[in-house]
């Protein structure tokens, strides 16, 4: 059963909107303040959450800003009053999946929130798909995106964020980075492996790989 978080303030739309979801088989926990939002959310015990923006602590463009700063590729749908186009371009460039404008119709947001799950979940089950945090890679298209923007990536960068990661978490030497990216064995006069890591720390996020002195570099993702 999956977990929807719904943030709302108002008393009346989240009973409804917590009511409809609970009807149609999923579970969901209700919060009305951006603090609860942001702790829930980074919990990792939700599969979606339903945000909206106008909260009496703060605001919940914040809210998704720092869940998305955190790395997080929880589905977020924002549900608002606030419907100009410059509020939903806001939302959907801050990393918002979905954005829908109050009044609504529940069965347009649960078929939304059935979209979102469905779509997560083909990506989660599809073996040329690599997620690792906020980085992902599609391996038939040799599309990458981090934090759903797309970053362009020559074939040796992409061939080697795929080994990193495959490999997320394990220190890998430099020896098997060329083995792997290369296809040649180690040439100590090669800084190649250091050019192309720098090019990834620039494109990807320069935390997202460590150096681990004596050995060669970690993913961390």
Do not use: C
């Amino acid at each position: 059963m999956s977990g929807i978080l719904v943030v709302e303030d108002e008393a009346r739309i989240a009973s409804f909107v917590a009511k409809g979801l609970r009807a149609a088989g999923f579970a969901p926990t209700v919060v009305g303040t951006a603090r609860e939002a942001l702790d829930l959310a980074l919990g990792g015990d939700v599969d979606l959450m339903v945000l909206d923006i106008g909260l009496p602590d703060g605001d919940g463009f914040d809210v998704l800003r720092r869940v998305r700063a955190a790395g997080s590729r929880l589905p977020v749908i924002i549900l608002t009053a606030r419907s100009s186009v410059e509020d939903t371009v806001a939302g959907l460039e801050g990393g918002a999946d979905d954005y829908m404008a109050k009044p609504f119709r529940f069965e347009e947001l649960l078929a939304r929130v059935r979209l979102r799950l469905r779509t997560e979940q083909d990506a989660a089950d599809d073996p040329t798909v690599l997620r690792r945090g906020a980085v992902v890679l599609d391996l038939r298209s040799h599309r990458a995106t981090v934090d759903g923007r797309v970053v362009e990536l020559s074939a040796r960068e992409f061939a080697l964020a795929e080994t990193f990661l495959r490999n997320a978490g394990t220190a890998l030497s430099r020896e098997q980075l060329l083995s792997r990216v290369w296809g040649y064995d180690f040439d100590p006069a090669s800084n190649v492996v250091d050019v192309y890591v720098r090019y990834l720390r620039t494109k990807l996020g320069a935390e997202l790989i460590s150096t681990v002195r004596g050995v060669g570099y970690r993913f961390e993702g």
